[in-house]
C-alpha cells in the first residue's frame, strides 16, 4: 500500500490557481516539487496579483512561503498578464515575462478554469 509523503500532501492542497479578484496584472506559473526522497512528484499552480512591479515579485513572495517548511521546491516556469474581469466573468491570459519568458497559457488557462468553472477563460500568445 503506497502512502502519500508529506510534500504531496501539501501540494494537494495548494489551490490550482490564486489570483486578483479583478484588474490587468501579472502572473506566474510556478512548478511545485517534493523535496522528499523517493517522491519525485510536482504540480503547477498559477498565481498572479496586481501588487507585483515584477514577475519575480510574485515568484519570490510565493516561493518563500512554500519553500519554508523544507519539504517542498519551487521553480517560476514563466509568466505573463491576466486580465481579470469579474463583471463578465472573463479571464484573459496572454503576454510574457521579461525575466522568466513566457508561461505555457494553455495550462495556465486549465488551472483557471479549474478555479472559475463559470467563467470564460481564453488565452492568446500576443501582447506584453
Known amino acids: 500500500m503506497c502512502t502519500q509523503t ?15 479578484p479583478t484588474g490587468v496584472f ?14 519525485d512528484s510536482s504540480v503547477d499552480i498559477v498565481r498572479g496579483y496586481a501588487w507585483a512591479e515584477y514577475h519575480a515579485d510574485i515568484y ?3 516561493a518563500e512561503e512554500l519553500e519554508k517548511g ?11 498578464r491576466i486580465k481579470h474581469d469579474c463583471q463578465s466573468k472573463k479571464i484573459h491570459v ?13 495550462v495556465s488557462t486549465e488551472k ?9 477563460v481564453t488565452w492568446a500568445d500576443e501582447g506584453y
Open 70 to 80: 523544507g519539504l517542498l521546491d519551487c521553480e517560476c516556469i514563466g509568466g505573463g
Open 26 to 39: 501579472k502572473y506566474v506559473l510556478i512548478r511545485v516539487h517534493s523535496k522528499e526522497d523517493g517522491d
Open 112 to 120: 483557471l478554469k479549474v478555479r472559475y468553472p463559470t467563467y470564460e
Open 94 to 106: 496572454y503576454g510574457y515575462s521579461m525575466g522568466f519568458g513566457k508561461a505555457n497559457h494553455a
Open 6 to 20: 508529506k510534500a504531496a500532501a501539501l501540494m494537494a492542497s495548494l489551490p490550482e490557481a490564486d489570483i486578483d
Open 60 to 62: 519570490d513572495k510565493v
